[in-house]
């Protein structure tokens, strides 16, 4: 089945800190996407970060990177040096090519908190 | 500034009652979605369009219906408004083609049925 799994609801981490999100994904596909969105409070989706199936280097914007292992199919968001203003649901997507048609299938997402 | 405009941020129905939702891009994007997010379960796909006049389902079809007479419209109608269709709704688009750009999203509209 192709699926992401998100296993932590919630993280509470300090300001400035660094934080990693998990994000694991079940796909017999060879060619699928990987995406990160940031949702506040607003309800937006905010398009983070991508990874592609066949890129060699992991992505990175900022102060986000995804720590991409294939082999063991996951893709962890890692932000560095956290601020009050990252504090918001976080969700992991996988892009499919399923009978001729895309689809983003989402985790379940983690609700980061950030203390000052 | 591009943008995937959701017309009603929050709405409160009566089961039964035929709801629309509406949703407008401004990116002449061929790829038009909409999802459902509940609590624990993220977003899950109802419907998606790749053209003009046409749809394809998602994963949780049932009791919903959609339609897409002009590029930069999609609407999400919710034939006979049930309780278990509370939930938030969220419109994307996208370009066509496999691309890193990820889907443009909407604010969402926050749907109550009563």
């Known amino acids: 089945a192709q699926k992401i799994t998100q296993t932590q609801p919630g993280m509470f981490v300090q300001e400035k800190e660094a934080v990693t999100l998990d994000c694991t994904y079940d796909t017999s596909d060879q060619s699928y996407g990987l995406f990160w969105y940031k949702q506040p409070s607003s309800g937006e989706m905010i398009f983070l970060i991508y990874q592609g199936s066949y890129d060699e280097q992991n992505a990175t914007e900022g102060r986000y990177s995804l720590n991409f292992q294939k082999a063991r199919k996951s893709a962890n968001l890692v932000i560095s040096a956290s601020q009050l203003g990252d504090s918001a649901m976080y969700f992991c997507?996988?892009?499919?090519?399923?009978?001729?048609?895309?689809?983003?299938?989402f985790g379940q997402g983690t609700r980061l908190t950030i203390n000052p | 500034d591009v943008k995937v405009t959701q017309s009603s941020r929050y709405l409160v129905k009566r089961t039964g009652e035929k709801v629309f939702l509406e949703c407008v891009q401004d990116m002449d994007h061929e790829n038009m979605f909409w999802y459902r997010q509940d609590p624990g379960l993220g977003l899950r796909l109802i419907y998606f369009s790749y053209d003009v006049k046409m749809k394809e389902k998602g994963d949780i079809p049932e009791g919903y219906s959609v339609s897409r007479e002009k590029k930069e419209r999609f609407s999400l109608i919710l034939e006979s408004a049930s309780t278990n269709q509370t939930s938030m709704y969220l419109c994307a688009s996208s370009p066509p083609g496999w691309h890193g750009y990820g889907y443009t999203f909407g604010s969402g509209t926050r749907l109550t049925v009563v």
């Open positions: 997507a996988m892009r499919l090519l399923i009978q001729g048609a895309q689809k983003l299938v």
